[in-house]
């Protein structure tokens, strides 16, 4: 991935502004999900989550935390999600005016666990964070952690049973945008 590596050259550059490097690194990791690169965007993730700025940009904290979540999922790595989950949990619930996006993604957490291998059950979790997240749009505040993932995005893709790559050109299509 020859752009991924052109990104990577504008880290040392961004070195002297811990926020924008923060954020840099984690709109790439973004990207790299949003096209189904996912072991891409879990190291860059994983490089984010050990960088010793990062709990003093407390959305980009909690964010980056549920993205590790996110590609967890995607990668099929059950193993580590007990350990993920639980970090995610201990860094979030302190935490005074968190986002309701991050609650309700817990929550999926549990429900899809309780829905074990049924496939039925797994859509409806899904389903059910979907009817949670909506609303969240028309709140202020709430409506700005959908501009740190396309959260919506990634369910409707789950739902739909295609890539978010493949959902994202179906919005876009749908909107007359392509």
């Known amino acids: 991935m020859q752009t991924a590596k052109t990104l990577r050259a504008y ?17 790439r990791a973004s990207a790299h999900a949003h096209v ?9 993730t994983a490089a984010l989550l050990q960088d010793p700025m990062l709990p003093h940009h407390a959305d ?6 549920i993205l590790n979540l996110i590609l967890h999922l ?18 979030l619930k302190p935490r005074k005016q968190g986002y309701a996006v991050e609650r309700h993604f817990l929550r999926f957490l549990g429900d899809r666990e309780r829905a074990g291998k049924d496939q039925v059950a797994q859509h409806e979790a899904f389903a059910a964070l979907r009817r949670r997240l ?21 369910i409707d893709a789950h739902l739909a049973g295609i890539s978010m790559e493949d959902e994202a050109k179906k919005h876009r299509n749908s909107a007359g945008q392509l």
Do not use: K, M
């Open 11 to 27: 880290d040392d550059a961004f070195a002297h502004q811990p926020h924008v490097s923060i954020q840099h690194r984690f709109l």
């Open 60 to 65: 980009y904290h909690g964010f980056a935390l």
């Open 134 to 154: 909506e609303p969240l749009l028309e709140d202020p505040f709430e409506r700005n952690a959908f501009h740190y993932f396309d959260f919506l995005l990634w």
């Open 36 to 44: 189904g690169a996912f072991d891409e965007a879990l190291g860059e």
């Open 74 to 91: 995607e990668l099929g790595n059950d193993a580590h999600l007990p350990y993920a989950v639980e970090r995610t949990r201990r860094v």
